[in-house]
């Protein structure tokens, strides 16, 4: 079994930048792909970024790319999400996910632990 935990949501203004944390426990973190996913209220979750065991691969949805970046400190086992320049559409619950079988991927269904996540809000 893996926690995850995320942190480090909030409320920002349109323009501004948050930093959301993931911390795993439960599993070597070095051998977990990780992935950040946001789900807004009447919508379908949605992959946002994801990262590979090394950190060497990374991948971004196309509404993010430039904006939004994944790291991971295996040292800390714990992944980043830096996000700047945010818009109201990023708005959402943002959800950290965990899984062993596969790098760096974008499809939810291989993901196999999930955290409780952390409400983002862009507005003015």
């Known amino acids: 079994q893996v926690q995850l935990v995320e942190s480090g949501g909030g409320l920002v203004e349109p323009g501004g930048s948050l930093r959301l944390s993931c911390a795993a426990s439960?599993?070597?973190?070095?051998?977990?792909?990780m992935g950040w996913f946001r789900q807004a209220p009447g919508k379908e979750r949605e992959f946002v970024a994801t990262i590979s065991w090394t950190g060497g691969m990374t991948d971004y949805a196309d509404s993010v790319k430039g904006r939004f970046t994944i790291s991971r400190d295996n040292a800390k086992n714990t992944v980043y999400l830096i996000m700047n320049s945010l818009k109201p559409e990023d708005t959402a619950a943002y959800y950290c996910a965990a899984t062993e079988r596969v790098q760096a991927t974008t499809r939810g269904n291989l993901y196999d632990y999930w955290g409780q996540g952390t409400q983002v809000t862009v507005s003015s």
């Open positions: 439960g599993r070597t973190f070095r051998w977990l792909t």
